[in-house]
């Protein structure tokens, strides 16, 4: 680990006093810790542990999360390909765990990227309501949409755009934020080596002020009665229990929700906030987090329809293939919008976007080439195995998946033409069969 600055030091020993202050610099010194989370829109945790059987030791603030070893690797499993869990700090599970969705919620991650805790609430929406995953920089946006497309969400709208804006455009629209900040990452100082040097160029008042305005956006996006989580990867108070003191002193209508704070090593937050939750390297199996959740316990309530404006045919060559493959039951609307020859499908639940930069509205179905349409990887992974009239599956760790993953092709028993190929019953993607011989789809 690169050489922590003084003013760090000095921080540090002013927030615990100096005995508790020498076990949390050790704790620095030593091998961080590496967690996945079950992706329950696919599989359980049962399925997963039966599969990769080095999980044995689940995160406890999160009843979804393991802890692996670095000698692991779970990311060579083909059941990571499938997208049946997302690999997440431990720590960084924390908000989207304390944060109360129901099915049916409209929800919105503010500063998304790269899309771990935008999977993690879509899991707990079961498929149900909205999400809305936000990163106001567009570079950010590509790992993010690889993300949400991998884990098979139908319902989640991606937007590249800022805080400010979102909030003109949706008052009063969403049951759920969540907001993990930008911040000087001194949580990260034991893992990512650059952090150090971040943390340098932007100062604890610097981040405190961005934390502000974004929170400040978010409460105008919240419903009466909605809850917003707050987050950010730092250890100091000015990020954090001063963020949310300036916060709640200029929104009365906002309340702190009391987080459990007693149990799996979670610490209760400083300076007089104890509903707040903290984790410490010295203290949980976790690198640095901390986490408030708020209610909006009055203020206008805005009613918002789903968007009729944003109506598009899906087209006949859609209309075939879907005809020819794909169960009605797999549709969550029959909203569809075509830019140029790609087709999406929308959420139900989708408002009126117009004025936002949306970078992906719904589902990315296809392509439509000529007369035909061409399937996506992103619709591959949103079926399930008996949506899709032409299936096959073989077990993971079979030669016709490291075939398929490979590019290979292979006899896979199959008809021609397009056919969903899986590993344990779950989707890696189509393949195409041709005189007998199948191929992964997305690499012909």
């Given amino acids: 680990m690169k050489e922590l600055p003084e003013k760090f030091h000095s921080s540090m020993k002013n927030m615990f006093g100096e005995s508790e202050y020498g076990e949390f610099i050790k704790s620095l010194s030593m091998p961080g810790v590496s967690g996945l989370r079950v992706n329950e829109l696919k599989t359980d945790a049962y399925f997963l542990e039966s599969k990769l059987k080095f999980l044995n030791e689940r995160v406890p603030w999160c009843d979804t999360g393991f802890y692996f070893s670095e000698g692991d690797r779970p990311s060579k499993s083909a059941l990571y390909q499938a997208g049946l869990f997302y690999i997440q700090e431990?720590?960084?599970?924390?908000?989207?765990?304390?944060?109360?969705?129901?099915?049916?919620?409209?929800?919105?991650?503010?500063?998304?990227?790269?899309g771990g805790k935008t999977t993690q609430l879509?899991?707990?929406?079961?498929?149900?309501?909205?999400?809305?995953?936000?990163?106001?920089?567009?570079?950010?946006?590509?790992?993010?949409?690889?993300?949400?497309?991998?884990?098979?969400?139908?319902?989640?709208?991606?937007?590249?755009?800022?805080?400010?804006?979102?909030?003109?455009?949706?008052?009063?629209?969403?049951?759920?934020?969540?907001?993990?900040?930008?911040?000087?990452?001194?949580?990260?100082?034991?893992k990512d080596t650059g952090a150090v040097s971040e943390w340098e160029r932007y100062s604890p008042s610097e981040c405190s002020v961005i934390q502000l305005d974004i929170l400040v956006s978010c409460a105008k996006m919240l419903k009466q009665g909605g809850m917003m989580s707050y987050s950010t990867c730092t250890f100091n108070t000015t990020e954090n229990e001063g963020t949310v003191e300036k916060f709640l002193?200029?929104?009365?209508?906002?309340?702190?929700?009391?987080?459990?704070?007693?149990?799996?090593?979670i610490s209760a937050g400083l300076n007089g906030f104890t509903g707040c939750a903290r984790i410490f390297p010295h203290k949980a199996k976790g690198e640095g987090h901390f986490t408030a959740i708020f209610r909006k316990k009055d203020g206008r309530f805005t009613r918002y329809d789903k968007n009729e404006t944003v109506k598009s045919a899906a087209g006949a060559e859609f209309g075939e293939f879907r005809s020819k493959y794909i169960?009605?039951?797999?549709?969550?609307?029959?909203?569809?919008?075509?830019?140029?020859?790609?087709?999406?499908?929308?959420?139900e639940d989708l408002p009126d976007m117009r004025?936002?930069?949306?970078?992906?509205?719904?589902?990315?179905?296809?392509?439509?080439?000529?007369?035909?349409?061409?399937?996506?990887?992103?619709?591959?992974?949103?079926?399930?195995?008996?949506?899709?009239?032409g299936t096959v599956s073989f077990d993971s760790e079979s030669r016709q998946v490291s075939d398929y993953l490979a590019g290979l092709s292979f006899d896979a028993g199959t008809a021609e033409g397009y056919n969903l190929f899986c590993c344990d019953g779950h989707p890696l993607g189509f393949g195409k069969t041709v005189n007998g011989r199948m191929k992964n789809r997305k690499l012909l």
Avoid: W
């Avoid at 431990?90 to 503010?110: C, F, H, N, Q, T």
């Fill in 90 to 114: 431990p720590s960084a599970m924390l908000p989207a765990a304390l944060l109360e969705i129901r099915e049916g919620d409209k929800v919105l991650d503010i500063c998304a990227a790269p």
């Fill in 122 to 190: 879509a899991s707990k929406l079961k498929g149900t309501g909205l999400i809305v995953s936000n990163d106001n920089k567009a570079s950010r946006c590509i790992p993010l949409v690889k993300n949400i497309e991998q884990a098979g969400i139908k319902n989640c709208v991606v937007t590249n755009d800022v805080p400010e804006r979102l909030s003109l455009r949706l008052p009063g629209f969403f049951d759920k934020i969540l907001v993990d900040a930008p911040c000087s990452g001194e949580g990260m100082f034991r």
């Fill in 249 to 265: 002193g200029l929104f009365g209508e906002f309340e702190l929700v009391s987080a459990e704070t007693r149990k799996h090593g």
């Fill in 327 to 347: 169960s009605d039951g797999f549709f969550v609307s029959e909203r569809f919008e075509r830019r140029k020859d790609h087709l999406y499908l929308l959420p």
């Fill in 355 to 389: 004025g936002i930069k949306v970078v992906r509205p719904g589902l990315y179905l296809g392509e439509v080439k000529g007369a035909k349409f061409e399937p996506s990887q992103a619709l591959a992974m949103a079926l399930r195995s008996d949506d899709f009239s």
